[in-house]
């Protein structure tokens, strides 16, 4: 399957929104179960706020995979800078975050297809550094895409 990718903007921030949370309503399920309508309502307002001010500053870019002219996934990354090391001598970072396929699309290159485009969109904005956290199910593909564990790191909680 071919998917288009298109690049969202501020201006689909009603689309970005929806995306965002239905991704974390997918991946964060146990949770969401936890929260009612006025926490989830809050955290979709922050998740505004972080668009709002992320995409237009060039922090953050989004993506929509349209397969028959349906969304079929979506994705973003996030780009900063970080202290400048041998590993990453320019500091430039990317965190790819949101990648996400709809259920009738999963299986047919939409994941690979987003993380690529999202990848050349990091390269060109001069990131050295580019990694993601994924699920169990995710590692095949982050694999095939060259990503590879990376260990030694802690999560305060």
């Not at 146990?30 to 709002?52: F, G, I, Q, T, V």
Request: hydrophobic letters at 40%; charged letters at 30%.
């Amino acid at each position: 399957m071919n998917a288009e990718i298109r690049r969202l903007s501020a201006s689909d921030l009603e689309l970005l929104l929806s995306l965002r949370m239905e991704v974390l309503g997918t991946v964060f399920a146990e949770e969401k179960k936890e929260l009612d309508r006025a926490a989830w309502a809050a955290l979709r307002e922050e998740n505004r706020r972080y668009y709002l001010a992320a995409i237009d500053a060039g922090e953050h870019i989004a993506c929509a995979a349209y397969a028959g002219g349906e969304i079929a996934g979506c994705g973003g990354v996030c780009l900063y800078r970080e202290m400048p090391s041998p590993d990453n001598r320019s500091g430039n970072c990317a965190y790819l975050m949101n990648i996400y396929t709809r259920a009738p699309y999963r299986g047919k290159g939409v994941a690979k297809a987003v993380c690529e485009w999202l990848i050349g969109q990091a390269k060109t904005q001069g990131a050295e550094k580019i990694y993601l956290e994924t699920s169990e199910g995710g590692k095949r593909l982050y694999r095939a895409l060259g990503f590879h564990e990376m260990k030694d790191y802690m999560k305060l909680e």
